[in-house]
């Protein structure tokens, strides 16, 4: 049914497309002219042939001086000579045997309505070879190769290359119709180039897409997940404007727009640009830094010493880095500030943390018994890791206590807070369930007073210590 309908839109198309080119050509039929008229206009074609071909002293050759001093320049695309074929010569002797060369109808006369008709055929058969080489021949081809990423592509491009072939065998059938203005010949062949080439650019742009999904993929089975991803982001960026630059420059090439001209004024607008945004280029090429060099990633836990704020990386932008804290707020920080920022990455290369704490003792009691008792309180502890040592170091003498400092690992960072008050709470209980002895700092005061004051003390105090009214 789909096949159905689309024939049937080439074969309106190509007719109304037609008739209405006809009617632009001109509203009445076209007279066949005279061998008297015909050897004029030949020698008056070639006159001005010969004169446009002239060369002008000091110019150079292809454009030659009316009398008025103007000069007449050759156009972009070159008026094609209108020369009947085989089949039109034909089809002029069947309608002159047949005694239906006078009729006309829309403008178009019998000989063109039969030209018409077999151009809507060649349409059709150029439509119909087209599919088929594409739903049969190439399809068989890419079925017996040993990969499946063709097939994909064929299934992809599919529409694209539909409408290619039905641009082909529309411009195919209108372009041998003599009855059409050689303008509008010329019309018909810029615009069938431009229709050509932006259904190139959507197959290209689909197989670009497609084989940078590809390579994601098999980088993923060998890398980080979250890398390739950031990594490749760059690339498809790169690479989509690489071809869409190459599809716009041939297009102004194709229509004589010199592409110089085009980058002289894009490079006078850049420089203007890159002047009045300064900062948003300098966020740009950081962004770009960040994502070749890769000091963190989507999905780590970082620091930023130079905004003093830390949590989860949740978008490397071209521009700005987001960061969600742990009280759910999200951090925008321009990506220049991210590039000379000294960062902390809490998850890479490896999620699994170290922390410590540090432990006050009171002197005059053994080391070896609050060492042991340390290191086998921590190791109990849900959620430390049981591969990795429980270290319990005598680091310092402080002024009244033995300082120890505990340390162990844990699985994620995330954990951090919690793990301290489990910790905390356990070596409290431990210790003072061993009547270890963790003092506190205490002061004693000694106040020096001279006899006059102390006098006056006593004076002020009765002899029950009560002070008098």
Known sequence: MKLKSTIMTVVILLAIGAVF?????????????????????????????????????????????GEDGLQVAA?????????????????????ENVG????????????????????????????KMGMWLIQSFLRRVVERTAT????????????????????????????????????LKAGIRDLSFTLYLVTAFFITWKLVGAALDQLQDRLSQRMDPNQVKTLMQLARWLVKFFVVFIFITILLEFFGISITAV????????????????????????????????PFRVGDRI???????????????????????????????????????????YSFPDSRYRVQIELGIGYGQDIDEIRRIIVETVEKIDGVLKEKPVDALFLEFGDTTMTFRVRWWIDSYVDTRRMFDKVNQALYTALEGAGIEM??????????????NVNRISEAFDEDGASKP
């Open 303 to 345: 620091q930023v010493d130079k905004v003093n704020t830390w949590g989860d990386v949740v978008e490397i932008g071209m521009r700005t880095t987001k960061i969600l804290t742990r009280d759910n707020r999200l951090v925008i920080i321009p990506n220049s500030t991210m590039g000379t920022s000294a960062v902390v990455n």
């Open 100 to 127: 239906i060369e006078d009729f006309s109808f829309l403008w178009l006369s019998s000989a063109d309505w039969i030209n018409l008709a077999l151009s809507v055929i060649l349409a059709l058969f150029l439509y």
């Open 439 to 452: 003092p506190f700092t205490t002061y004693d005061v000694n106040i020096k007073l001279g006899n006059e």
């Open 148 to 183: 499946d990423i063709d097939d994909h592509l064929l299934t992809g491009v599919n529409d694209q290359i539909r409408w290619f072939i039905t641009i082909f065998a529309i411009q195919t059938a209108l372009l041998r119709l003599h009855f059409i203005n050689p303008d």
């Open 263 to 294: 980058t002289a004024v894009l490079g006078l607008g850049g420089l203007a640009l890159s002047l009045a945004a300064q900062d948003t280029i300098a966020d740009f090429i950081s962004g770009i830094i960040l994502l070749i060099d890769q």
């Open 75 to 95: 156009s972009r695309t070159p008026v094609p000579t209108i020369t009947p074929g085989a089949v039109e010569v034909v089809v002029e002797s069947f309608t």
């Open 21 to 65: 080119l006809a009617a632009c050509s001109g509203s009445e039929n076209p007279v066949e002219p005279s061998p008297e008229a015909t050897t004029k206009a030949t020698l008056e074609t070639s006159e001005t042939m010969e004169a446009i071909n002239t060369e002008v002293p000091g110019e150079g050759k292809g454009v030659g001086s």
